[in-house]
C-alpha cells in the first residue's frame, strides 16, 4: 500500500479541502497510479495551497528522474533514517486527499481488487514532498507515508496508509515544528471506520479509468477504529 487511489469530486472531499484551508474542488479521477500527477496540499509562508506533484519522489539530489527504485510510498518506520525521506520529513511535508483507495488479495488463485474508504469522510493521507532542478525545470514529486496495517486490515495488506485526523493535519503541514518519529499519528490503528468492497478486476490494469470500474460488487464489509469489523 498505498498503489492505487480514486479523487471524487464528492461533498466529502469538498469538506475536507475547506477544513485544509484550500479554497479549490479536486476533479474526478478514477484508478490513480504511481508516476501520474496528484493533488498535493502545502503550507507555504501565508497560506495552504494546492499544487499538482508527480506521484514518485525524485529527491533534489537524485543525478535523475527515474523509476530505479519504489519511491512513491515511504515507510513511517524509516523517515527519520532514510537518506531520500529525512529531508522532505523534517522540512516537506504534505497531504494528499483521496475519496478512497485500492489493495488486492489473492482469492481463488487470483488477485481480486478491494475498494477502502470512509462511509462518511475523505481522507487525509500524509505525503512527502521535494522539488528536483536537474534538469532545468523543476519538478515537484511526492511519496505516501505507510505504516503497518492495524489487525483489522492485515487480511487486506500488511501495510495502509498514514490518514491524518484534523489536529494532525495542522501539525503535519506545519514544516516550522519536527514532527518525532515515534508520534502517534503513525500508529497502527485504524481512527476512522472503513468500508471495504470487492471491484472490478479491471482496475488491475492502471490505463483503465472507467469511473463504473469502481463500484462496489457483493458484500460489504465495515472496519471499525476499536480493532473489529463493524457490527
Avoid at 115 to 126: C, G, T
Avoid at 178 to 196: G, H, I, M, T
Wanted: with cysteine.
Amino acid at each position: 500500500m498505498c498503489g492505487r487511489f480514486n479523487i471524487i469530486d464528492s461533498p466529502g472531499v469538498q469538506q475536507l479541502m475547506r477544513d485544509l484551508g484550500v479554497d479549490l474542488n479536486l476533479p474526478t479521477r478514477t484508478n490513480i497510479a504511481p508516476t501520474e500527477e496528484v493533488g498535493l496540499v502545502r503550507r507555504g509562508a501565508d497560506s495552504v495551497h494546492l499544487d499538482t506533484a508527480r506521484w514518485w519522489l525524485t529527491p533534489s539530489w537524485a543525478p535523475a528522474v527515474d523509476q530505479k527504485y519504489s519511491m512513491f510510498n515511504a515507510r513511517a518506520e524509516t523517515l527519520a533514517t532514510s537518506r531520500a525521506f529525512r529531508t522532505p520529513f523534517r522540512r516537506h511535508r504534505g497531504i494528499v486527499p483521496m475519496s478512497s483507495f485500492l489493495e488486492w488479495r489473492e482469492e481463488g488463485g487470483v488477485k481480486q481488487p478491494w475498494l477502502i474508504s470512509n462511509p462518511e469522510q475523505a481522507l487525509a493521507v500524509a505525503a512527502l514532498w521535494d522539488v528536483w532542478e536537474g534538469d532545468g525545470v523543476p519538478l515537484l514529486s511526492c511519496a505516501l507515508v505507510t505504516t503497518a496495517a492495524a489487525e483489522a486490515f492485515l487480511p487486506w495488506h500488511k501495510r495502509m496508509p498514514v490518514v491524518l485526523t484534523g489536529d494532525e493535519m495542522s501539525r503535519w503541514l506545519d514544516n516550522s515544528v519536527e514532527v518525532a518519529a515515534d508520534d502517534p499519528l503513525f500508529r497502527s490503528e485504524l481512527k476512522y471506520c472503513w468500508q471495504l468492497q470487492r471491484v472490478s478486476r479491471n482496475v488491475s490494469n492502471a490505463r483503465n479509468k472507467n469511473p463504473s470500474d469502481m463500484e462496489g460488487l457483493g458484500e460489504v464489509i465495515e472496519l471499525s477504529p476499536g480493532g473489529g469489523r463493524a457490527t
